[in-house]
């Protein structure tokens, strides 16, 4: 399943996330696949696009960053595969 993960960096302060990103990198469990991710301009919030078969994995890689960031986990689906469920129904 595809998670879009929306990413608030606490007190608006990216550059502790960047900081320890930089010294221990993604921290994600076996399992977790990072997929891409963009941020906003303002470095307020992150949006990444994650895989996984257990949501559990994300909340265990969550638990790591908790500290710095508000996660918000959003189950999503690629357009071409939401056109083919849509398009009985039209």
Known sequence: MLYMVIERFKNRDAKAVYRRFR???R????GLVYVE???ETNFDRCFQLMECGDVRLLEQWADRWRDLVDFEFVPV???KE???LIAPAL
């Open 23 to 25: 010294e221990k990198g």
């Open 27 to 30: 921290m994600a469990p076996d």
């Open 37 to 39: 991710s963009w941020v």
């Open 77 to 79: 689906r690629r357009s």
């Open 82 to 84: 939401a056109a083919e």
